[in-house]
């Protein structure tokens, strides 16, 4: 695997950056990979003046002239994409095969995809209303780039998660400032390479490096924060826009559980969980996190899932595409976590069938780990372990593999198996999740038209669809009364007793129609 260039402690003005310095861990082997800037609040001031003063440039050029660089970057992604994906690997640990298709791939879906629907989804809406007070007016929506936005993002997809978001900030035509984490800021910074490669005018994207007090700072300059990352910090964000009374939207953490019904075909059932817990070494935040299964079926499906968690391969992604399954954990704290988690359930009564421990030697890694006998007087049934672990437990029926999967504060992503698609979908619309996959999981997330973002803790608002860059732009309704309009409407001043007569019968033509019953 290629090793990643160095970051010289630089501003993205170009300026020699004097201050405090952050080394980037390789988590695969712990050597220090590069060092980047730790930004302070009057650097981060700087550069969101300078974001605003080139920002209407960039709105001026359309979505036309905007969809032209973001397909060069499409390009630029895919031209480029051994050298983001060893910058990733780097940075995250994670294997050559998650970053190619969990990021490099939805970073080429996302530049595609946004410069051909920004400009319909943000393309002024002629309304009609059923009200007479406004009969024979013109009504429209029409939507305009917010100015500045921040983006604050996690650790573990620094393309799709931290700088994903960016890109429709950018296709609705505003400047945007990214804190990506300060565990894995390199790829943030090869993309804003890219960018002005491929044409974004200077200052309209920059990355802001640093640790927490950076996006504590960022979200005082900016027009709306966009965040992505835990649910505990997303509370300080919420509040720190709240004071400001600018828009966040939150994207934070899940425990997305997985019901397995009876007829459910275990050798897929038993290839997804196993798949979609330990992808990324687990670290998705929409990865299954839990499993229910139901009582006839339980037995053959956890044998299953044991044999193949037992095969993956685990270890440094550095020999190189199809050596190992699970890579490192990215964040070392992490592995403290899941072993928390898991070293909680086995002191209440679960058994590991695999796994169960911390990797030894250089790196970070926690073995795939396979528990049952679990209940949810347990950490890894109702935290988020963000590890390679499945916990699975049996249940008599689906009514209370659903009780049992609302058992959350979270709810973000589920899924369901079953041969009955009916019934399958029956359940899905049970479960008290953002999005939910039939047979299937997390691949929801690739369809960019699907909106995507959680209930109750795991969030407010929404990635992808419409709402996904209207979230970008502020709304503003405009009303228009044609030329050859009344010179003095009904309800104008002098109130008159005829006037007021005739408005009482408009009023009872329009809402007296209906019966009492
Ligand atoms: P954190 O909440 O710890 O950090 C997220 C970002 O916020 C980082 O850039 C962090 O900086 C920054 N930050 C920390 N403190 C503040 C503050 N006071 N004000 C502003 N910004 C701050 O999350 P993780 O990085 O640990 O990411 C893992 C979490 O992200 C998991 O819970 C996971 O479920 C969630 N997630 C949710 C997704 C979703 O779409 N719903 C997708 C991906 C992850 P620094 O790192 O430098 O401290």
């Known amino acids: 695997m290629a090793t990643v260039e160095q970051h010289p402690a630089q501003t993205q003005n170009g300026a020699a950056h004097a201050g405090p310095e952050i080394p980037v861990e390789n988590p695969a082997t712990a050597a220090i990979v590069a060092t980047v800037p730790d930004l302070d609040a009057a650097a981060v001031a700087d550069m969101a003046r300078r974001a605003r003063a080139a920002q209407p440039a960039w709105a001026a050029y359309g979505f036309d002239g905007r969809a032209r660089v973001l397909l060069r970057m499409q390009k630029w992604v895919m031209d480029n994409a051994e050298r983001i994906a060893s910058t990733i690997v780097s940075e ?13 791939s939805y970073g080429g879906a ?51 998660n931290s700088f994903g978001d960016c890109i429709p900030a950018l296709a609705a035509g505003n400047a945007v400032i990214l804190k990506p984490s300060e565990v894995t800021p390199l790829t943030s910074l090869l993309l804003a390479e890219g960018l002005s490669e491929c044409g974004v005018p200077a200052d309209v994207f920059q990355v802001a490096t640093g640790r927490g007090a950076t996006g504590a700072a960022l979200i005082e300059e900016v027009d709306m924060i966009m965040f992505t990352g835990s649910t505990r910090t997303g509370r300080k964000v919420a509040e720190a826009a709240a004071r400001r009374l600018i828009p966040s939207s939150l994207e934070l953490g899940g425990k997305d559980p997985m ?77 403290d976590i899941v072993e928390d988690h898991v070293n909680d359930a086995l002191a209440k009564g679960a058994r590991a069938l695999t796994g169960g421990h911390r990797g030894q030697g250089g ?35 689906a009514d209370e593999a659903v009780r049992l999967a609302n058992d959350s504060p979270y709810g973000l992503g589920a899924s369901v198996f079953s041969r009955d698609t009916a019934r399958g ?17 997390i691949i929801n ?73």
């Open 110 to 160: 996302a530049f595609g995809f946004w410069a051909k629907h920004a400009g319909e989804y943000l393309a002024d809406e002629r309304v009609r209303s059923g009200n007479l007070l406004v009969k024979g007016k013109k009504l429209l929506v029409r939507y305009e780039p917010r100015g500045l936005i921040g983006v604050i993002g996690p650790w573990n997809y620094p393309l799709t």
């Open 445 to 517: 997330y690739t369809a960019l038209e699907l909106p995507m973002g959680g209930h109750k803790e795991s969030g407010l608002g929404t990635r992808h669809g419409a709402g996904g860059i209207r979230k970008f732009a502020t709304q503003q309704s405009i009303l228009i009364t044609p030329r050859l309009a009344l010179k003095r409407e009904l309800h104008y001043f002098p109130y008159t007793r005829r006037g007021t007569k005739r408005l009482g019968r408009m009023l009872k033509l329009m809402y007296g129609r209906g019966k009492r019953d």
């Open 425 to 441: 979908e029956e359940v899905a619309r049970r479960v008290d999740a953002g999005a939910v996959c039939v047979n299937d999981a």
């Open 259 to 335: 019901i397995v019904l009876a007829d459910a075909d275990l050798e897929r059932a038993a290839n997804v969980a196993t798949y979609y817990s330990m992808q990324n070494s687990g670290q998705t935040c929409i990865s299954v996190e839990r499993v229910y299964v139901e009582a006839p079926v339980y037995d053959e499906f956890v044998a299953k899932v044991a044999a193949k968690v037992r095969a993956l391969r685990q270890g440094s992604p550095d020999g190189g595409p199809g050596t190992v399954e699970v890579g490192a954990m990215t964040f070392p704290p992490q592995v």
């Open 92 to 104: 995250t640990g994670k294997t050559y095969e998650d970053a190619q298709l969990a990021e490099i």
């Open 363 to 397: 790196g970070h890694y926690f073995e795939p780990t396979v528990l049952v006998d679990v209940d949810h007087t347990m950490k890894a049934m109702t935290e988020e372990t963000f590890g390679p672990t499945l916990p699975i437990m049996k249940v008599a029926d």
